[in-house]
């Protein structure tokens, strides 16, 4: 989504749709059968306060997906709906003019991900999940100066894509479970 001004043209960027259902979906994939395998089997957590904590999770992981990035003349900046508790997920804003420079880390899993690191050494995590991530990265190196061509993005969306097919294997799996569950009920 793009708004134009006279002096300030704004850009929002979302996280991934194919993201967003992928992890939401495994979410539910690996949650939903754990109140009837309780039931199933007597356990002592009661599968309503199983359900109860799932749905909070639920909602604590779509706020999480929930992240936008908007960068426009002066600044990037990630925020999240105002329904999103300040505490749980804070979001920062960095002007253009404070970048020093763009730092790559590694990961523990062997990728790279990059920091901006402001003037006065704080760094700041670039999203990586967005959709349109090229683009970023062009406004990016736009607006700071810094060389972005060897900037990708964490995971490629072929990955999350294997993800969702696995995850809908899990659903199978997780419907078989369930009727088994409720026949031993």
């Given amino acids: 989504?793009?708004?134009?001004?006279?002096?300030?043209?704004?850009?929002?960027?979302?996280?991934?749709?194919l993201i967003r259902i992928t992890l939401l979906s495994l979410y539910v994939a690996l949650t939903v059968p754990l109140p009837f395998l309780a039931a199933?089997?007597?356990?002592?957590?009661?599968?309503?306060l199983l359900w109860v904590g799932m749905c909070l999770g639920f909602v604590g992981l779509y706020a999480v997906l929930t992240e936008r990035v908007i960068v426009n003349d002066q600044e990037i900046q990630v925020t999240y709906p105002v329904w999103v508790p300040r505490f749980f997920r804070k979001g920062w804003t960095l002007p253009w003019s404070e970048v020093k420079e763009l730092k790559p880390r590694s990961t523990g899993?062997?990728?790279l991900?990059?920091?901006?690191?402001?003037?006065?050494?704080?760094?700041?995590?670039?999203?990586?999940?967005?959709?349109?991530?090229?683009?970023?990265?062009?406004?990016?190196?736009a607006k700071t100066g810094i060389?972005?061509?060897?900037?990708?993005?964490?995971?490629q969306p072929w990955m999350y894509a294997i993800l969702f097919g696995f995850t809908l294997l899990l659903l199978l799996v997780d419907a078989w479970t369930i009727n088994t569950a409720l026949t031993l009920s």
């Fill in 1 to 17: 989504m793009t708004a134009n001004s006279a002096n300030t043209s704004t850009t929002i960027f979302r996280l991934s749709p």
């Fill in 40 to 48: 199933a089997t007597a356990a002592p957590t009661p599968p309503s």
């Fill in 109 to 111: 899993q062997g990728g």
């Fill in 113 to 141: 991900v990059y920091y901006f690191l402001s003037k006065d050494g704080k760094a700041y995590l670039l999203p990586m999940r967005v959709a349109g991530f090229a683009r970023l990265v062009n406004i990016v190196q």
């Fill in 147 to 155: 060389d972005t061509t060897d900037v990708r993005p964490l995971a």
